[in-house]
Nanobody, 127 residues
């Protein structure tokens, strides 16, 4: 059985930083591609970034390039999402998702490609 648990979300001021964590439970984490999505109230779930298994190949949405870094620690079964220079429009619930498609698959912006989802962690950017 696969589970994903996000943490690290909180309220921050504009310009601040956060590091979100996604802890994976299940077999062979190094073969799992993990993605991060976000969803604001009344809006669709948007792709933020994803990272492949062993090779840790990142994949970013255009709107976050330069402000976001995705990384993983296969020894800790954890994927991190570093958010920098946060803006009020980054306010959303952030979800991590996982799919097993080989160690070099760097993910898709299509949420339907992912088989497992966490419950989300809330990020609020406000002064």
């Amino acid at each position: 059985q696969v589970t994903l648990v996000e943490s690290g979300g909180r309220s921050v001021q504009p310009g601040g930083s956060l590091r979100l964590s996604c802890v994976f439970s299940g077999p062979t984490f190094s073969e799992i591609t993990v993605g991060w999505f976000r969803q604001a109230p009344g809006r669709e779930r948007d792709f933020v970034a994803a990272i492949s298994g062993v090779a840790s190949i990142p994949n970013y949405a255009d709107f976050v390039k330069g402000r976001v870094t995705i990384s993983r620690d296969n020894g800790e079964n954890t994927v991190y999402l570093q958010l920098n220079r946060l803006k009020p429009e980054d306010t959303a619930t952030y979800f991590c998702a996982a799919v097993r498609k080989g160690s070099f698959y760097s993910g898709s912006p299509d949420a339907r490609e992912y088989d497992y989802w966490g419950q989300g962690t809330q990020v609020t950017v406000s002064s």
